[in-house]
């Protein structure tokens, strides 16, 4: 069962955050060093995706961008990070460091790279790829396209976490976060 709690302001200070403690063989993924450089990365990220999706609606809707998309975009925020909590196990905390533009969760537990991955996109899925698919098959619901391109470029930290995952872990290892900083490891079963 999980249980959800709102930790507050991220502080920078990794070893503040509630992680999982280091498996045996433990590898970092090769990331951002610190909260300061993924930002940088993130938000370059999420300019690109947005100058796309934006694009991809303008071309389609032949009209600006509704503001009640953008209204039901910041109603999603939290959400967003409601359905990421639900693929762990136990306790998740939500942190927030809107100085870098992040919201976040973090929790104790290990997921294989399909979990990983699933957890990382549940909410891209939910409120951007959905719901803009839906406008591009009907460009009616502009409110929903809106939605859809917004969201979309927002989840540009998950892509990054989950492109890492992808690319880095092996088959059958496991990933935790400890600190600001994923990890993967083989578990006995798998070595």
């Not at 104790?108 to 990382?120: A, D, H, I, L, N």
Request: glycine share 8%; net charge neutral; charged share 15%.
């Amino acid at each position: 069962m999980v249980k959800f709690h709102f930790a507050g302001r991220y502080n920078d200070d990794p070893e503040s955050l509630i992680t999982h403690p280091h498996e045996p063989g433990y590898v970092p993924f090769k990331e951002a060093p610190d909260m300061k450089k993924l930002s940088l990365i993130v938000n370059g990220l999420a300019l690109v995706i947005g100058v796309v999706t934006i694009t991809a609606y303008y071309i389609v809707a032949r009209k600006p961008l509704e503001i009640w998309g953008w209204v039901l975009f910041l109603v999603t925020l939290i959400p967003h990070e409601f359905l990421h909590a639900l693929c762990f196990k136990g306790d998740v905390y939500m942190y927030e460091n809107l100085k870098r533009g992040m919201l976040f969760v973090v929790g104790p537990g290990t997921f294989t790279k399909g979990e990983f991955v699933f957890m990382s996109m549940l909410p891209n899925l939910v409120f951007g790829f959905i719901p803009f698919l839906i406008f591009l098959i009907d460009p009616s619901h502009t409110v929903l396209g809106t939605l859809g391109a917004i969201a979309i470029s927002a989840g540009a930290g998950d892509y990054y976490n989950v492109f890492n995952a992808v690319t880095q872990m092996p088959k059958g290892a496991r990933t935790y976060l400890h600190g600001t900083s994923s990890y993967w490891y083989m578990p006995e079963e798998q070595k």
